[in-house]
């Protein structure tokens, strides 16, 4: 499985972007997929999950501001991120998910996103 995350880029504090990740492969309709972060200094956080079914989870910094949601027939993944803050700055990562246990398969090479104040 291959994924290709787009979308990130230079913003101002309360803007918005999608990222979108696409992936390779020929079981993504069963892999939840989700999204991470990164910031300098800091460890790697979940910000998003998406199950196969639709069903969707959240870091509580990121709930009511960023949407994940998936498009099967594509094998897409994509991040909505509304009302964005300088602490979002950080490379995100997509990732593709173990069906089975709570692991990452597979990552993305990772989007910068840069909010400026």
């Known amino acids: 499985v291959q994924l290709v995350e787009s979308g990130g880029g230079l913003v101002q504090a309360g803007g918005s972007l999608r990222l979108s990740c696409a992936a390779s492969?020929?079981?993504?309709?069963?892999?939840?997929m989700g999204w991470y972060r990164q910031a300098p200094g800091k460890q790697r956080e979940l910000v998003a999950t998406?199950?196969?079914?639709?069903?969707?989870n959240y870091e509580d910094s990121v709930k009511g501001r960023f949407t994940i949601s998936r498009d099967n027939a594509k094998n897409t993944v994509y991040l909505q991120m509304n009302s964005l803050k300088p602490e979002d700055t950080a490379v995100y990562y997509c990732?593709?998910?173990?069906?089975?246990?709570?692991?990452?398969?597979?990552w993305g090479q990772g989007t910068q996103v840069t909010v400026s104040a």
């Open positions: 492969g020929s079981i993504f309709n069963i892999r939840p």
């Open positions: 998406v199950t196969s079914g639709g069903s969707t």
């Open positions: 990732a593709a998910k173990n069906p089975f246990r709570d692991a990452v398969d597979y």
